[in-house]
Nanobody, 111 residues
Framework: QAQLVESGGGLVQPGGSLRLSCTAS????????VNWYRQAPGNERGLVATIRPGGSTYYADSVKGRFTISRDMAKNTVYLQMNSLKPSDTAVYYC?????WGQGTQVTVSL
């Protein structure tokens, strides 16, 4: 039973940066793709970024060039570096591996 814990959310002004972290209870990142999803009020949960076991990555068009997904295997942690944040990035961000989900962390981009 894997557990995923997100952290790093908060309130930031437009143009600012945040780094989200997703820490797993075991070494699952070596074997499974890790996804970051987000869900804004009234919207469906959507895929933001993925890092696969081999290290290849995927980004949604809306975040390409602004967000970077990375991992530290020694710390069982995956990061989502978010730069040039926009109000439209406001959402709860979730870490996902297979059918396991974290509790979510709120990101609010506002003046």
């Amino acid at each position: 039973q894997a557990q995923l814990v997100e952290s790093g959310g908060g309130l930031v002004q437009p143009g600012g940066s945040l780094r989200l972290s997703c820490t797993a209870s075991g070494r699952i990142f070596s074997f499974y793709a890790v996804n970051w999803y987000r869900q804004a009020p009234g919207n469906e949960r959507g895929l933001v970024a993925t890092i696969r076991p081999g290290g290849s990555t995927y980004y949604a068009d809306s975040v390409k060039g602004r967000f970077t997904i990375s991992r530290d295997m020694a710390k069982n942690t995956v990061y989502l570096q978010m730069n040039s944040l926009k109000p439209s990035d406001t959402a709860v961000y979730y870490c996902n591996v297979e059918h396991f989900w974290g509790q979510g962390t709120q990101v609010t981009v506002s003046l």
